[in-house]
């Protein structure tokens, strides 16, 4: 099989991963029953982080967020080397609800730029299928 190149480097040099089929030449992934997504935000330390969390929780487009404590965050903004005290949020969804969980976050997110960083993980079959349920309407 000759191998495709991208700015990726050699397509066909890639390894096979879980539920992925080479067709003509283009490395296609089929979603599973398994996979999930993390997204991770911040706010400002003062900001009502439950209040944002119950609302995506409340519209199904998370089915958990952990506030976690304040903490120090230091970053550049705008060429200049900031800190200020952050809280985390840890967002769990389904790789489906992405874009309707940002588009919403931009919305509802007092920062000009929130930070909005998506893992994608692959999740125990049951937690995958209460992910689901937990994000779409009558689950």
Same mark, same amino acid.
């Given at each position: 099989?000759?191998s495709?190149?991208?700015?990726?480097?050699?397509?066909?040099?890639?390894?096979?991963?879980?539920?992925?089929?080479?067709?003509?030449?283009?490395?296609?992934?089929?979603?599973?029953?398994?996979?999930?997504?993390?997204?991770? &935000? %911040?706010? +400002?330390?003062? !900001?009502?982080?439950? #209040?944002?969390?119950?609302? =995506?929780?409340?519209?199904? /487009?998370?089915?958990?967020?952990?506030?976690?404590?304040?903490?120090?965050s230091?970053?550049r903004?705008?060429?200049?080397?900031?800190?200020?005290?952050?809280?985390?949020?840890?967002?769990? &969804? %389904?790789? +489906?609800?992405? !874009?309707?969980?940002? #588009?919403?976050?931009?919305? =509802?997110?007092?920062?000009? /730029?929130?930070?909005?960083?998506?893992?994608?993980?692959?999740?125990?079959?049951?937690?995958?299928?209460?992910?689901?349920?937990?994000?779409?309407?009558?689950?």
């Open positions: 099989m000759s495709v190149n991208s700015s990726h480097g050699r397509l066909g040099a890639w390894p096979k991963k879980r539920g992925t089929d080479m067709l003509l030449g283009i490395a296609m992934v089929a979603s599973s029953n398994t996979d999930a997504a993390i997204v991770l &935000t %911040t706010l +400002g330390a003062d !900001a009502d982080a439950a #209040a944002l969390a119950r609302t =995506l929780v409340e519209e199904r /487009l998370a089915a958990c967020v952990n506030v976690l404590p304040p903490m120090s230091l970053y903004w705008k060429g200049r080397l900031e800190q200020d005290r952050e809280q985390q949020l840890v967002i769990k &969804t %389904t790789p +489906g609800r992405v !874009a309707a969980l940002e #588009a919403r976050l931009k919305e =509802l997110h007092p920062y000009e /730029l929130p930070e909005f960083v998506v893992l994608d993980a692959t999740a125990s079959a049951a937690y995958a299928a209460w992910l689901r349920d937990s994000t779409t309407a009558g689950g």
